[in-house]
């Protein structure tokens, strides 16, 4: 069975940093995309970052150039370093991995986290 673990949430101010952390179990994964998505009350839930089996890194116009998104491929981990945090990037973020190697995200896979929240105050 699947599982990911999301760590790393918490509450900063504006222009502070946070590292987000998720841990795989239950396959390997070391072939798939692995993503970060944020929700917030009210709203679908939009997609962050992704690091693609090739490496390459994808990220949403909003966060390109503040965070970074990076893996472990041998301890199926993925990381999602946020640095100048807006109050607009609060929500709850929620680790994605593809549900197929070599499978590009976007769109998600179908393997979600529970979720991680993230505050940033004014």
């Known amino acids: 069975q699947v599982q990911l673990v999301e760590s790393g949430g918490g509450s900063v101010q504006t222009g502070g940093s946070l590292r987000l952390s998720c841990i795989a179990s239950?396959?390997?994964?070391?072939?798939?995309?692995m993503a970060w998505f944020r929700q917030t009350p009210g709203e679908a839930r939009e997609f962050v970052a992704a690091i693609r089996w090739s490496e390459i890194e994808f990220y949403d116009g909003s966060v390109k150039g503040r965070f970074v998104i990076s893996r472990d491929r041998a301890k199926n981990m993925v990381f999602l370093q946020m640095n100048d945090l807006k109050p607009e990037d609060s929500g709850v973020y929620y680790c994605?991995?593809?549900?197929?190697?070599?499978?590009?995200?976007?769109?998600?896979?179908?393997?979600w986290g529970q979720g991680t929240q993230v505050t940033v105050g004014s």
């Open positions: 994605n991995v593809a549900t197929d190697m070599y499978r590009d995200i976007p769109p998600a896979g179908k393997f």
């Open positions: 239950g396959g390997n994964f070391e072939d798939h995309a």
